[in-house]
């Protein structure tokens, strides 16, 4: 079982719609969630962080975390064709070493 | 504020030649570096990182080897590049505590040939 598992898509969803990006992890004992976007072709860039349970927003973004459950999910509202990209799930995991152990990406396609 | 450097943004090499990436990062002290490589479609894979200078660990065996001269400066190296080498490498650095991401360089785009 992979340590951070998301599911490779592509996630397809229609311009102004709102995406679900969703991301679980195996260690208990992590606390601190990202998620990065990474347009083809460019570096991964850092979107959201949460570390506690419950919701967190920023602009049309939501992230959202459930330590219960060991998931983590990233809401995008009126999904915009600019969207369209491999969203990167991390997780700092105690179990290797306190460092950020990486999903390997769902991409979104955002249709106009 | 800090900012993290890397170069060049794109390398096409022939097999058996050497290589050296620079990352640089600036306005930080004693950061936490890392070099990942991605191949094309693929995840990020953890390739070295490094806590302060002279100190690197190694996630993968393989024909590269990295180095941290100075608390700023982080390098990869190989003496002969094979074609699994190709991808695109990322440096990232880390201030220190968990609460905080990686931020990445931009990378560079590395095609043996």
């Known amino acids: 079982q992979k340590e951070v598992e998301q599911n490779s898509g592509p996630l397809s969803v229609p311009e102004g719609a709102i995406a679900s990006l969703n991301c679980t992890y195996s260690?208990?004992?992590?606390?601190?969630f990202f998620w990065y976007r990474q347009y083809s072709g460019k570096s991964p860039e850092l979107i959201m962080s949460?570390?506690?349970?419950g919701d967190k927003e920023d602009g049309r973004f939501t992230a959202q975390l459930n330590k219960a459950s060991q998931y983590v999910s990233l809401l995008i509202r009126d999904s915009q064709p600019s969207d369209s990209a491999t969203y990167l799930c991390?997780?700092?995991?105690?179990?290797?070493?306190?460092?950020?152990?990486f999903g390997g990406g769902t991409r979104l396609m955002v249709k106009p | 504020s800090q900012t993290i450097h890397q170069w060049p943004a794109t390398l096409v090499q022939p097999v058996g030649s050497p290589l050296s990436l620079e990352c640089t990062v600036e306005?930080?002290?004693?950061?936490?570096l890392y070099w990942y490589r991605q191949a094309a479609g693929r995840g990020l894979q953890l390739l070295f990182y490094?806590?302060?200078?002279?100190?690197i660990s190694s996630e993968v065996p393989q024909n590269l080897s990295a180095s941290r001269p100075q608390d700023w400066q982080f390098i990869l190296s190989s003496k002969k590049l094979l074609l699994s080498d190709s991808g695109f490498y990322l440096c990232?650095?880390?201030?220190?505590?968990?609460?905080?991401?990686?931020?990445f360089g931009s990378g560079t785009r590395l095609t043996v040939v």
């Open positions: 490094s806590v302060g200078i002279g100190q």
């Open positions: 990232a650095w880390r201030g220190t505590g968990t609460n905080y991401g990686y931020t």
């Open positions: 260690d208990r004992g992590s606390q601190s």
């Open positions: 949460i570390y506690s349970n």
């Open positions: 991390a997780v700092n995991s105690q179990n290797a070493g306190n460092m950020l152990t």
């Open positions: 306005g930080t002290s004693n950061p936490n």
